[in-house]
C-alpha cells in the first residue's frame, strides 16, 4: 500500500513571493520563518551580512573540488585530477601567471580562474545565508560585465574582480564600488584601459563608463557631438549628459591606469608581472581637460583625474536614475513602475556619501508595494532556476563541469558574456524556444543527477519507499509553487492517478514536472 500523507499547508504567501525576489528562492521552512520574523526584521540582517554568522556557505566552499582534464601538448603533461577552488583566495599574483600568452599553458588551465568563480556562484547562491548581498553580486556582475571566456588575461583576474571589487561593495556605496572596478585588471583588461596611453587614449573604457556602469544612454546627447555648451545644464557647469567630447576627455583622464604585466617603460625598464593595478605617471596625459562641463586643470596629482571623472559619474543625477532603474527592473518587473525608480534614484543620490547608499535603495525597492504587486512578473534566468530548484529541493549539491557546461549553454555565460551590456533582464531573452529547451533540461537534469551535483529522493520527506503521486505534490508542489493548484493537472501530465504508487524515479520527474511549471519558472 501506498504511504498517503496529508497535504503540506501552503506557505505565506507574502514571504513566499519575497523569497523568490530577494533570495535565490526559499527552503523549506524559510517562508514561514520570514512570516513570523517580518520583512523589515529580515532585511535588517539580510543588509548588514556577518560574514563570521555563514558558515555552511564557507564550509562548502572550503571543501568543494573540480575536476581538471586535459591531454598532454607541447611542453606539459596530460592531467585528469580532482582540485579544491584554489584560486578564489589566492592573491592575483600567484593566478597572474596563467595570463601569460607565452608559456605553454593547457587552455583548461588558463580557464580554471573562471570555472572556480562560477562553482563559488552556485555554492553560495544555494547555501549563502546571505541571500540578498548574492542576489546584488550576481546583479552587479552584470553591471559591470567582463568577458572571461575570452580572454585568458580576465580569466587570470576574475576572482580578484569578484573578492576584492564586486563584494565588498555590493550593498555598500556606489562611489567606491566604482572605484574599484576602475582599477580592477579583470576591467582594465576587458575594456583595453590597460593599453590607454597620453597621446592615444583608448576611450572604450570611458565611453562604457558614461553609457553602461554610470549615466546610461538615455543622458547620451549623441547629435551635439562636440558642442557641449548646447548640453543643458552645461553652462552653469551641471551638464545633464555627456556626449562623445565627454568620452574622449575622460580616456584622456584614465591614460596611466594600467596593471603590472610586464609592459616596458622605456630602455630596460619593465613593469614587473603581477597583475596588480599601477599607474604610471609617464603614460599619463597632463594637460587640461573638460568633462561633464567641468574644467580639469592641467598637471594635477597622480590620479587625480580619473578619480574626478569616477566624482562626477558616480554622483550625477542620471546615474542615479540609470542604477535605480536598473535595480527595480532586476528585483521588481521588466518594466518597472516609474514612480518606483523615480523614488529609488531620490534616496541614491541622496545617500551618495553613506557607505550604505546601496543597501538603503535596496531597501525602499523591497519594502515597496510594487514588489508585492509584482510577483510573478519576472522570468527566472539559468542561474536563479538551478539554485532555487537546489533551495527547494535540499539536494546536498556540489558544482561540477558538467552543470557548469550546462550553464553556459543555458544562455547565461556565468562571467563569460561577450558584450559589455551583461545579459538581457527581460523576460523576451529568457523565453525562446531553444532557451526554454534548455531550461527544462536544467531542471530535470538538476533532479535526476545528469551531472552528478547530487541525489534528489523526493520520497524521503513525505515517508519514505512507496508512496502516492498525490503525496508527492502535497508535499513538493506547495514547496515549489507556493500553492497545492495545479496538482491534478501534472498527475495526469505524468499520466498517473492521485493514488498510484510511485517509485523513486517516478516521483523524481513528477517533481520536476512541478518546476516547469510556470509558477516555479517565475518570481
Known amino acids: 500500500m ?30 514561514e520563518l520570514m512570516h513570523r520574523q517580518g520583512l523589515a526584521a529580515w532585511l535588517d540582517q539580510q543588509l548588514k551580512p556577518d560574514e563570521a554568522a555563514d558558515g555552511e556557505s564557507r564550509k562548502r566552499l572550503a571543501a568543494a573540488t573540480l575536476r581538471i582534464r586535459y591531454p598532454a601538448g607541447d611542453q606539459y603533461p596530460a592531467v585528469d585530477e580532482t582540485r579544491p577552488l584554489g584560486t578564489l583566495a589566492a592573491p592575483i599574483e600567484q593566478v597572474w601567471p596563467l595570463a601569460d600568452g607565452k608559456r605553454p599553458i593547457a587552455g583548461a588551465e588558463r580557464q580554471r580562474p573562471r570555472q572556480e568563480v562560477m562553482a563559488a556562484t552556485l555554492i553560495r547562491a544555494v547555501y549563502s545565508r546571505w541571500q540578498l548581498r548574492e542576489v546584488l553580486v550576481d546583479f552587479w556582475h552584470n553591471h559591470f560585465n567582463v568577458n572571461a571566456a575570452g580572454d585568458q588575461s580576465v580569466a587570470a583576474a576574475l576572482p580578484s574582480f569578484d573578492r576584492d571589487a564586486i563584494r565588498p561593495h555590493a550593498l555598500g556605496n556606489f562611489r567606491q564600488l566604482l572605484g574599484a572596478v576602475a582599477k580592477s585588471p579583470a576591467m582594465l583588461v576587458y575594456l583595453n584601459n590597460r593599453s590607454s596611453r597620453a597621446g592615444n587614449a583608448n576611450e572604450n573604457y570611458a565611453r562604457e563608463l558614461f553609457e553602461l556602469h554610470g549615466l546610461g544612454r538615455a543622458a547620451y ?108 527592473q ?30 538603503q535603495t535596496v531597501r525602499l525597492i523591497a519594502t515597496s508595494p510594487d514588489i508585492a504587486r509584482g510577483a510573478g512578473a519576472k522570468v527566472k534566468r539559468p542561474l536563479e532556476l538551478v539554485a532555487s530548484f537546489m533551495r527547494a529541493s535540499g539536494i546536498d549539491f556540489q558544482p561540477t563541469l558538467g552543470l557548469l557546461g550546462e550553464l553556459d549553454g543555458s544562455g547565461q555565460r556565468l562571467f563569460g558574456w561577450g558584450p559589455p551590456t551583461g545579459h538581457p533582464d527581460t523576460a523576451d531573452y529568457w523565453t525562446s524556444t531553444s532557451a526554454m529547451r534548455r531550461r527544462w533540461s536544467l531542471v530535470l537534469g538538476t533532479a535526476e543527477n545528469w551531472w552528478s551535483t547530487g541525489v534528489f529522493d523526493p520520497t524521503h520527506a513525505v515517508g519514505g519507499g512507496e508512496v502516492a503521486a498525490a ?52 518570481r
Open 221 to 328: 546627447f549623441n547629435d551635439l557631438y562636440s558642442r557641449w555648451r548646447d548640453v543643458p545644464g552645461a553652462a552653469d557647469g551641471h551638464a545633464a549628459g555627456y556626449i562623445d567630447g565627454d568620452v574622449y576627455e575622460a580616456a584622456r583622464a584614465f591614460t596611466g591606469w594600467s596593471i603590472e604585466d610586464g609592459a616596458g617603460l622605456g630602455g630596460e625598464l619593465r613593469l614587473p608581472m603581477t597583475g596588480r593595478f599601477v599607474y604610471v605617471e609617464a603614460w599619463h596625459d597632463n594637460y587640461q581637460k573638460r568633462v561633464l562641463a567641468s574644467e580639469f586643470d592641467p598637471f594635477q596629482p597622480a590620479m587625480a583625474d580619473g578619480e574626478r571623472v569616477l566624482d562626477l559619474v558616480a554622483f550625477h543625477p542620471a546615474t542615479a536614475r540609470h542604477v535605480a532603474t536598473k535595480l527595480c
Open 330 to 359: 532586476r528585483l521588481v518587473a521588466d518594466a518597472p513602475p516609474p514612480g518606483l525608480v523615480q523614488a529609488a534614484a531620490d534616496r541614491f543620490i541622496k545617500l551618495r556619501d553613506r557607505p550604505d547608499q546601496i543597501a
Open 471 to 522: 503525496s508527492v505534490l502535497g508535499y513538493w508542489l506547495p514547496l515549489l509553487t507556493g500553492t497545492h493548484e495545479g496538482a491534478e493537472d501534472l498527475a495526469a501530465a505524468m499520466g498517473v492517478e492521485p493514488m498510484t504508487v510511485l517509485a523513486t524515479d517516478q516521483a523524481r520527474r513528477l517533481v520536476a514536472l512541478a518546476a516547469l511549471s510556470p509558477r516555479f519558472q517565475r
Open 2 to 31: 501506498p504511504v498517503a500523507t496529508a497535504p503540506t499547508a501552503p506557505p505565506p504567501a507574502a514571504a513566499w513571493a519575497q523569497l523568490n525576489r530577494l533570495a535565490f528562492g526559499p527552503r523549506a521552512g524559510e517562508a
